[in-house]
């Protein structure tokens, strides 16, 4: 697998989150060398992006430079009233950077409408998470455009190259985030409401945290950049505390299982 040494790339120290602030804060005042610095610092997240496009037909460095555009349009555009890393807010950025890029060079060719409408509702999604400080749902998407969410899900879904609910969607040192965590449901069942009732009873079993973080994920069905806003903390904590959760959920769930065993011999 190729390395960041091997496309002799320069080596900057990662920033941390006030220095991060701090520069951006200056390049909005229209410091260039910072911006410069924002720009050196955010190479390795670059980097690491780009190589999930692997083996799609395309040199990673030609990638890369796609990518690093992405990441320049991040730091133009972010809004430091936004209570979310800078890094979380880029990477979807970086992400759909490169997909445009190869999208519009894919052979497979997608209707003019489509195109149109899938660039009217990636240009809305960004004017409505500026505004709302979130990721807008589809059904605020289709209001703002006056587009059913069938042709909105349509046009996204013809111009995206395929990807798995379990492809890792970012990753720092710790927990990596997958598609499967952006992912809500929007439908319910008495099967579904039942399962909630006996999951409220387990998890008062759990820590405050633990229980705080599981219920806004399973039983108020919010997403982790949802709950991370909601709770102050960056979507890659609210990825690690939901996992730690699970684990002991799992636990107090194989434990109650065993005691049922016991009794019934």
């Known amino acids: 697998m190729m390395k ?4 002799n790339l320069p ?15 200056k390049t909005q005042d229209g410091d260039e060398k910072a911006r410069e610095r924002l720009i050196n610092c955010n190479l390795k997240l670059v980097f ?11 040199e990673l460095e030609d990638l890369f430079q796609i990518g690093t555009i992405g990441l320049i349009k991040a730091i133009d555009k972010f809004d430091l009233t936004y209570d979310v890393k800078f890094s979380t807010y880029a990477v979807p950025m970086i992400i759909g950077e490169i997909r445009r890029f190869l999208r519009d060079d894919s052979p497979v060719k997608v209707s003019r409408s489509l195109k149109k409408i899938a660039y009217d509702v990636n240009r809305k999604r960004e004017e409505l998470t500026k505004e709302f400080g979130r990721e807008p749902t589809i059904q605020e998407i289709s209001d703002s455009l006056g587009v059913s969410m069938e042709e909105i899900v349509t046009a996204s879904e013809a ?21 499967l965590d952006q992912l809500r449901n929007e439908k ?6 039942f399962d909630k009732i006996a999951l409220r009873d387990i998890l008062q079993r759990l820590t405050e945290k633990h229980r705080k973080v599981l219920i ?28 730690q959760a699970l684990v002991a959920l799992k636990k107090i769930v194989s434990e109650g299982d065993k005691s049922k065993g016991s009794q019934g011999v």
């Open 4 to 7: 960041l040494v091997d496309m």
């Open 216 to 243: 806004m994920r399973f039983i108020q069905d919010k997403t982790q950049s949802e709950v991370a806003k909601d709770i102050g903390l960056s979507q890659v904590q609210v990825s690690r505390i939901e996992r």
């Open 188 to 193: 319910d069942d008495e099967a579904v409401w």
């Open 48 to 58: 690491n992006l780009v190589r999930r496009f692997d083996n799609r037909g395309y």
């Open 159 to 179: 111009i995206q190259s395929p990807t798995s609910i379990h492809d890792t969607l970012y990753q720092d040192d710790g927990d990596p985030i997958y598609v």
């Open 11 to 25: 080596r900057f120290p990662l920033l941390t989150n006030d220095e991060t602030k701090e520069l951006l804060q």
